[in-house]
């Protein structure tokens, strides 16, 4: 085994003197009593665009789950492991979340890749690509758009995937039952790294800035 990283040593350290000193009650009655989540966000892996950082989130507060360019897969009860699914499926049957939050972000890796297949795969095994191909054309009718350019493309394809998981996130029965109840409530963000700006969806489906 490797040493494990200083870094991370000396981040614990400073967690347990600052934060976990400052919220050592909150935290341990979550420990005691478990988590009660209200709000779901389904955010990319990207190192810049933390959930918890976005939101100024404390302990127990969102249930996260990240994975590449957050996308969402429809729903597919068969013999495969799918892990974002079962995330969806804990946070709505296990922990009544109330809101499920569908958050892209500015320079996603995973939406460049997928504005530009041409590009060599990483390893043999091509997760990325194949895990990208849920977008199924959205991304080659953006390309062949010859008047947008490169950068306009790629904000562009991360707010339509947003709109596309939410689709596809329906498809799961008992989102859609939920959502129709009034007892969850489905909603898309796109986070601007270089400018800390948060972009939500409106009811007709367009980004706004919000006013605070």
Same mark, same amino acid.
């Given at each position: 085994?490797?040493?494990?990283?200083?870094?991370?040593?000396?981040?614990?350290?400073?967690?347990?003197?600052?934060? #976990?000193?400052?919220?050592?009650?909150?935290?341990?009655?979550?420990?005691?009593?478990?988590?009660?989540?209200?709000?779901?966000?389904?955010?990319?892996?990207?190192?810049?665009?933390?959930?918890?950082?976005?939101?100024?989130?404390?302990?127990?507060?969102?249930?996260?789950?990240?994975?590449?360019?957050?996308?969402?897969?429809?729903?597919?009860? /068969?013999?495969?492991?799918?892990?974002?699914?079962?995330?969806?499926?804990?946070?709505?049957?296990?922990?009544?979340?109330?809101?499920?939050?569908?958050?892209?972000?500015?320079?996603?890796?995973?939406?460049?890749?997928?504005?530009?297949?041409?590009?060599?795969?990483?390893?043999?095994? /091509?997760?990325?690509?194949?895990?990208?191909?849920?977008?199924?054309?959205?991304? /080659?009718?953006?390309?062949?758009?010859?008047?947008?350019?490169?950068?306009?493309?790629?904000?562009?394809?991360?707010?339509?995937?947003?709109?596309?998981?939410?689709?596809?996130?329906?498809?799961?029965? #008992?989102?859609?039952?939920?959502?129709?109840?009034?007892?969850?409530?489905?909603?898309?963000?796109?986070?601007?790294?270089?400018?800390?700006?948060?972009?939500?969806?409106?009811?007709?489906?367009?980004?706004?800035?919000?006013?605070?």
């Amino acid at each position: 085994m490797h040493s494990f990283p200083d870094h991370l040593l000396k981040g614990h350290a400073n967690f347990m003197a600052g934060r #976990y000193a400052r919220e050592k009650d909150r935290i341990r009655d979550l420990a005691e009593e478990g988590q009660t989540p209200t709000t779901m966000i389904i955010a990319c892996c990207d190192s810049r665009a933390a959930p918890e950082m976005i939101f100024d989130a404390g302990p127990g507060e969102l249930f996260v789950l990240r994975n590449v360019a957050n996308l969402v897969p429809t729903y597919q009860p /068969d013999g495969g492991q799918h892990g974002t699914s079962a995330g969806i499926e804990f946070a709505v049957k296990a922990l009544g979340i109330a809101n499920i939050v569908i958050m892209g972000h500015g320079r996603c890796g995973g939406i460049k890749a997928a504005l530009n297949p041409g590009l060599k795969p990483l390893d043999a095994g /091509d997760f990325i690509g194949k895990w990208m191909n849920m977008l199924g054309e959205l991304p /080659d009718q953006l390309v062949q758009n010859d008047l947008m350019t490169a950068g306009e493309r790629q904000t562009a394809l991360e707010r339509i995937s947003i709109r596309n998981s939410i689709r596809n996130l329906r498809t799961f029965p #008992y989102v859609a039952a939920l959502e129709a109840e009034g007892k969850l409530a489905v909603h898309g963000a796109w986070f601007d790294i270089s400018t800390g700006e948060l972009w939500v969806m409106d009811s007709s489906g367009d980004f706004i800035r919000p006013d605070f």
